[in-house]
């Protein structure tokens, strides 16, 4: 008689398994740590606005006592104070280990766009030049200005199509789908991205925050890349724009924690796209019990950081609102995960697109300080667009 040892599938498998699982009106969630797919709504996080960490613990503890296994809050938060959330405790969730290579075209079904710039490229530089005078008024130090576009489809857009690409293009990206839908929205609403970009994770007692800011394009020629890179180490203005995010997280987490780790000076990191001034935090929770010291609690204290607002942080939002004619929605806001443990991972919502049926509404940002040229912070924000826009078939149209 023989017998036969069942075989486990590989953790890669089982990532894409999940990534094929998912369908619009879900959250998927990947990263180095992992993937999360959760389905159904079992209950809403009922908080309109302000910090929700306490009503997302409090729906945790009624799912768990109600007997949901390992019940998680999952969604995103919008730029704003005031913004709206989509932040639910789901009926089901599925895990598997981080996305590795996909095999598989990354390439987009042929489709066609309508292309509306919001607002068109003069009227973002003009808004450079407007905050640059605002900081030499010192009214401001920093502040992250972004552009949109409004992209409108001969076709309904497939969100899991287009969620699949983004995780192949660079599967060690934070991509994520979002569920959004409004109250009146016609048809799903997500929010659908490849984010760069840590806010913070909490494992255990354990926290960490990867804050970037400084930024070059990636190029095809590894000659110019290198080039590109050495320059970027050495920027005055890149160096000096990261130092404002890093100091500031690092600020915040010190309020929550012991043992805080900061390196002297970022390193460079890439993604398919783009090179990134990058530190790397962590440090040692005082205490672990406390909502606010949960996931999703460190996330709304740090939000927004000076790499998707400026300094100092109400000034910087204030001037947002006043030089941006499109309202950044999700834009820059932050999904991810929080366990009733308060273990969780969240990410800045960049390099993301709002779907809606046949019409995508794409942003990206620069930061803006004293000695911000309009032409560079504008060629910033149409090196960012490529990640979605390369996803979508429309690169070089930004």
């Known amino acids: 008689m023989s ?28 990263s180095a740590r992992g993937t999360m797919l959760a389905d159904g709504v079992y209950s809403r996080v009922q908080k ?20 949901l296994p390992s019940p998680v809050v999952v969604g995103a938060v919008g730029f704003r104070p005031e913004a709206q959330a989509s932040l639910v405790v789901p009926a089901a969730v ?6 590795g290579y996909l095999p598989g075209p990354a390439t987009p079904a042929g489709q066609g766009w309508r ?26 130090r920093k502040v992250v200005l972004a552009r949109c576009l409004e992209l409108t489809a001969d076709a309904p857009v497939r969100v899991p199509a287009l969620l699949t690409r983004l995780v192949r293009a660079n599967p060690a ?38 804050p970037l800011a ?67 935090i962590t440090g040692r929770l005082r205490d672990a019990g406390d909502p606010a010291s949960s996931a999703l609690g460190l996330a709304e204290a740090l939000h927004p950081t000076p790499a998707v607002g400026g300094v100092p942080a109400a000034a910087a939002v204030e001037a947002i609102a006043e030089l941006e004619p499109a309202d950044r929605g999700y834009y820059a806001g932050m999904v991810g995960w929080n366990d009733l443990n308060g273990d969780g991972e969240w990410a800045v919502a960049i390099r993301s697109a709002e779907v809606d049926d046949r019409t995508v509404r794409v942003f990206a940002g620069a930061g803006v300080v004293a000695d911000s040229r309009p032409a560079a912070e504008l060629a910033e924000t149409t090196a960012k667009f490529r990640t979605l826009l390369e996803a979508l078939g429309l690169d070089g149209v930004a």
Request: charged share 25%; glycine share 8%.
């Open 3 to 30: 017998v036969t040892t069942p075989v486990r599938p590989h953790p890669v498998h089982e990532a894409a398994d999940l990534l094929a699982a998912y369908l619009t009106g879900s959250f998927y969630f990947s």
């Open 173 to 210: 990206a934070y991509a994520f789908a979002a569920d959004v839908t409004a109250p009146g929205d016609r048809a799903f609403r997500t929010l659908v991205g490849a984010s760069p970009e840590l806010l913070v994770s909490r494992q255990g007692m354990t926290v960490s925050a990867n």
């Open 94 to 99: 599925r895990r598997a280990g981080a996305p």
């Open 214 to 280: 400084g930024s070059a394009p990636r190029s095809d020629d590894e000659a110019v890349n290198r080039e590109r890179v050495a320059r970027l180490r050495d920027s005055a203005k890149d160096l000096g724009e990261h130092a404002h995010t890093a100091g500031q997280v690092a600020e915040v987490l010190g309020r929550f924690c012991t043992d805080l780790v900061v390196p002297d000076g970022p390193e460079v990191i890439g993604t398919p796209t783009m090179w990134h001034l990058s530190t790397r």
């Open 48 to 67: 309109t606005t302000g910090p929700r960490a306490a009503a997302a613990a409090r729906a945790l503890e009624e799912a768990a006592s109600a007997g």
């Open 115 to 140: 292309v509306r710039p919001v607002p068109e490229p003069e009227g973002y530089a003009d808004g450079v030049r407007r905050a640059v005078e605002l900081i030499q008024d010192e009214k401001l």
